[in-house]
């Protein structure tokens, strides 16, 4: 069973799977009092549960306007959970979603299906090569060292 938490606009069922949250929203998350509401209920299962993986289906709300989206990011922060997935209602809303999820730094990204967002939700963390990996130990770099410069 999970809980339900109902806002001003709409509602969010909160659900505990095997290893990570299915939040399912309703509605739209309008003013900062409905997003504190929903954050509280969020850090309240994810610590009950140990939890760090949660899929958050959005399929079903409306635009919440551009303060329904400032308040999402805003309460969205990296450290509530390793990995967020979206379930947005098409293809552009999740590459929009996407857009700015990146542009934050965040490990959030969208999709358009539940079962990509939650394959990407619960996908081992891979570090990212930010630099040129080394030179593999079979390169020798010993002749150009003997060499003499006048």
């Not at 069973?1 to 939040?23: H, N, P, T």
Request: net charge negative; glycine share 8%.
């Amino acid at each position: 069973m999970g809980v339900r938490v109902e806002l001003a606009a709409g509602s969010v069922e909160i659900q505990r799977m095997a290893d990570y949250l299915l939040v399912v929203e309703r509605g739209v998350l309008a003013g900062p009092e409905c997003a504190v509401a929903y954050r509280r209920a969020m850090e309240r299962e994810r610590d009950a549960h140990g939890v760090r993986h949660c899929v958050i289906d959005q399929r079903g709300d409306g635009d919440g306007g551009a303060e329904g989206r400032a308040l999402l990011w805003q309460w969205l922060d990296p450290d509530a959970f390793d990995r967020v997935a979206l379930v947005a209602s098409g293809d552009m809303r999740a590459t929009e979603l996407n857009m700015e999820a990146l542009a934050r730094r965040m490990p959030v990204r969208a999709f358009t299906t539940l079962v990509e967002a939650k394959e990407w939700a619960l996908r081992p963390h891979q570090a990212r090569r930010t630099s040129v990996p080394p030179a593999p130990p079979s390169v020798e770099t010993a002749p150009y060292a003997a060499l003499e410069l006048d």
